[in-house]
């Protein structure tokens, strides 16, 4: 866990929601925020992780909140600036992967990898704009795949470059209100959303061919991060993408799909939830 501050960040008593805060990257920034002395909130689709996650913190809160859902994004930052009065740190972490070629991918899977991780980020964004207006740090999750693409990541790929391009738009238009947005660009991190991608023979061992620093991401790697941007340390940060991945950007990503091609359709299938 984060924590041992060795100097002031600046984030004592501020208030941060961390949206897809019940698990991996997000619970850690989660923990790291708490441990800076800022008051949590987690928002989640996984309502009951999101309330256990948050009553293992001091001053939390949790709310579960579908990103796709203009209504429950509307009302989480509502329900935060009426019962904080003030709202400090973003951390927009919701999202979900997927796998396939383009020619296979159903449409219904290219909506809702859409929906999540671009959609929703922006209904996220466009709802700290709104509440926002004293200043304050959005923090946005894309990824390696939106600089890097590979055979296979097609629609996630498409979802994290278009987030890219949206943060930027973003801190353009905030930063009169004092509002830095900025990207954080894991490479692979382990958390449950990459338990099956890291089960695929063969893959593992390239990743960390192709990591110069040779070791997965830890979800603490991106939550310091986070703390970073939306501290006074950043206060000159905004409309950036910070590739926090081990060095991977420099060399090339993993033939994933080269690797799943040696399994059976069976298996294949169980990637579509990666
Ligand atoms: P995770 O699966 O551990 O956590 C994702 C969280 O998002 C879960 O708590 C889940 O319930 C929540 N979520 C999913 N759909 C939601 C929705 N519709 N509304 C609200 N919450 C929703 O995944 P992880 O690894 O922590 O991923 C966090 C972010 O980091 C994602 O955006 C992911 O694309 C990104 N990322 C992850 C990498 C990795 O290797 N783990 C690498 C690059 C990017």
Known sequence: MIGRAVMDLGLRDTVALIVGGASGIGW?????FAAEGAKVVIADLNGETAADRAASLPQAWSRRVDVT???????LFAAVIE?????DSVVSCAGIGHLGAIRDIELADWQNVIDICLTGSFLV???AARVMTGGGSIVNIASLNARQTAAGYGVYSAAKRGLTALAEVAALELAADGVRVNTISP???DTPLTNTLRAIPGVQ?????NTPLRRNGRPEDIAATALFLCSSMADWTTGDTLDVNGGG???RYPNVMAAAAALTPEEFEKLQSL
Do not use: N, Y
Request: proline share 0%; aromatic share 4%; no cysteine.
């Open 28 to 32: 850690a920034s989660a923990q790291a």
């Open 69 to 75: 859902s203009e209504d429950d994004i509307q009302a």
């Open 83 to 87: 019962r904080e009065g003030r709202l």
């Open 125 to 127: 964004m466009k709802h």
């Open 187 to 189: 490479g692979l991190i």
């Open 205 to 209: 061992e390239e990743f960390t061919d």
């Open 249 to 251: 950007h420099l060399q």
